[in-house]
């Protein structure tokens, strides 16, 4: 029967026969499968863990608007959008709590993936498996899904719900505070860094692994200042058993490019694909491709909604390499108006007229072999690389007091940039652990602008804690005039969850 002839038949008949048995018309869809029909197999398991990570191709998280979050927001980059509201989540201006691009959309795609670990970690246990080994990593991999996306959730909200249950519509869970998060993004991955593989075979590259939980764990600590844990957890990676695993790839570019990922370099990254150009979802056939690039291209490229500050240019130039020139760095990580004069490079095939304050994000975008952007980009994000673990590894380190041992982690860094030693080049920071810290903060600039990390690290510095470490920041972004200390280094919640759930109270100073 025609659908829309049986819609009409269903409505007559409800209005025709106001006492009939309503059972009738609650026609269950045979291809509809519940959660007790579903997780009973190995397979099923092993599409529920898939189902995680594919919410890294949704739009509030990797696949579009978490980076104006982790980059825009930051003192790296800014907006000029035509798009008013869109603009002003990259500037303080918070208005509308409930703005979609800016904040909903986002929290919705957090815990929508936290849902997803959730109905793994308590289904999976029940379900026989013939190599008990392969139903362990499935869980590892559910703990360090979950605790990577209440990391997230800790550095833009802090103040977020532990949802560790599967949940229904009607729950109304306890808000917690960003200690007890912390604690279990700990916990979670801890739990993954014991269990994962330091390596998969190639069908499965790209999944998470022990270097990863590691690294992700190193991360948490350092958010907390806890410096010894810290470097426990990246011991492995960097003198323990996992360093054998991980370098640094000769060439810089070779991070953000194609034709070149799952390399050494890389500890965890999004597995991004072009293959399917359509709209995001669920289905088997939605995008999983990333739009940032769309967003953040040159104008007539992409959407330019996305720019990178001026002040990152001049900071590159203030350092000549080994052979007297700039710091190739600058060429792979920034669109400028002399980045032909400087290099040579005529950016997607175009002669452009960028005013001299313009500057975009490169790394990620498509230049090297086509002339312009889409919803589609394949290039996977390197989410951790080990040029960031090496300088974490420095970071912890220098605040445990080993400033001395710190500065060879540094260097190994300067060095595939071909920059001289930093003791040469810097040789008053000594052995002052302060001096350190703030060179440091312009290395981890230089080697790792625009790659989502720079928020978490003005929090972890506590650049934003006061009145005069915001005033340093605002002098290099203007944006951070409007910065409010104790209230803008959190967002809002979703004004709608707080609405909602009589557990929740909004975030302080909104």
């Known amino acids: 029967m025609n659908k829309h002839l049986l819609y009409i038949t269903l409505l007559a008949s409800t209005l025709l026969a106001p006492s009939c048995n309503k059972d009738l018309l609650n026609v269950e869809n045979p291809n509809t499968i519940t959660e007790d029909q579903f997780w009973k197999t190995e397979s099923d398991a092993e599409k529920g863990v898939n189902a995680i990570y594919s919410m890294f191709y949704q739009n509030g998280g990797f696949n579009r608007w978490i980076y104006f979050r982790l980059d825009l927001?930051?003192?790296?980059?800014?907006?000029?959008?035509?798009?008013?509201?869109?603009?002003?989540?990259?500037?303080?201006?918070y208005i509308n709590y409930n703005f979609w691009e800016g904040n909903v959309n986002t929290w919705r795609d957090v815990y929508k993936a936290i849902f997803r670990a959730n109905q793994v970690l308590a289904y999976v246990p029940d379900i026989p498996f013939a190599d008990e080994q392969k139903k362990s990593r499935l869980l590892a991999q559910a703990h360090f899904l979950r605790g990577l996306y209440y990391y997230y959730a800790a550095i833009l909200w802090e103040n977020v719900p532990l949802v560790l249950e599967p949940s229904e519509p009607a729950d109304l869970p306890q808000q917690n505070t960003l200690e007890e998060v912390w604690a279990q993004v700990e916990k979670d991955l801890t739990a993954a860094a014991a269990v994962l593989p330091p390596q998969w075979d190639d069908p499965n590259v790209g999944r998470a692994t022990k270097g990863a939980a590691q690294a992700m764990l190193a991360k948490t600590y350092m958010q907390q200042h806890k410096w010894p844990e810290a470097k426990t957890a990246l011991d492995y990676l960097v003198t323990g058993e996992g360093q054998g695993y991980y370098d640094l790839v000769p060439a810089f570019r070779d991070n953000f490019r194609g034709n070149t990922e799952n390399n050494i370099e890389s500890v965890f990254e999004i597995q991004f694909s072009d293959a399917n150009k359509t709209g995001e979802g669920d289905g088997p056939n939605s995008n999983m491709g990333s739009n940032r690039s769309q967003f953040f291209a040159p104008r007539g490229i992409g959407w330019s909604d996305g720019q990178a500050r001026n002040w990152i240019i001049g900071e590159f130039k203030k350092e000549m390499n080994k052979d007297g020139a700039l710091d190739e760095r600058l060429r792979y990580t920034l669109f400028y108006k002399d980045l032909e004069a400087d290099f040579g490079d005529k950016v997607y095939g175009r002669d452009w007229q960028w005013d001299a304050d313009e500057a975009w994000f490169r790394k990620y975008q498509r230049d090297y072999y086509r002339s312009n952007e889409d919803y589609f980009n394949e290039i996977n994000f390197r989410m951790i690389r080990y040029a960031d673990v090496l300088l974490m590894y420095a970071e912890v380190l220098n605040e445990l007091g080993q400033t001395a041992n710190a500065y060879q982690y540094v260097d190994r860094v300067r060095e595939r940039a071909n920059m001289r030693p930093l003791a040469t080049a810097y040789p008053a920071i000594g052995n002052d652990a302060a001096a350190f810290r703030e060179r440091l903060k312009v290395e981890r600039e230089l080697e790792l602008c625009g790659e989502s990390v720079r928020w978490a690290d003005l929090k972890r510095w506590d650049d934003l804690r006061s009145d005069a470490g915001?005033?340093?920041?605002?002098?290099?972004?203007?944006?951070?005039?409007?910065?409010?200390?104790?209230k803008h280094i959190r967002l809002p919640l979703p004004q709608i969850e707080v609405e909602n759930n009589t557990n929740l109270e909004q975030n302080d100073d909104y």
């Open 73 to 93: 927001t930051s003192d790296e980059g800014f907006s000029r959008s035509p798009w008013l509201e869109l603009g002003d989540w990259t500037r303080f201006q």
């Open 470 to 486: 915001v005033d340093k920041v605002a002098a290099r972004d203007p944006d951070f005039n409007n910065f409010v200390v104790g």
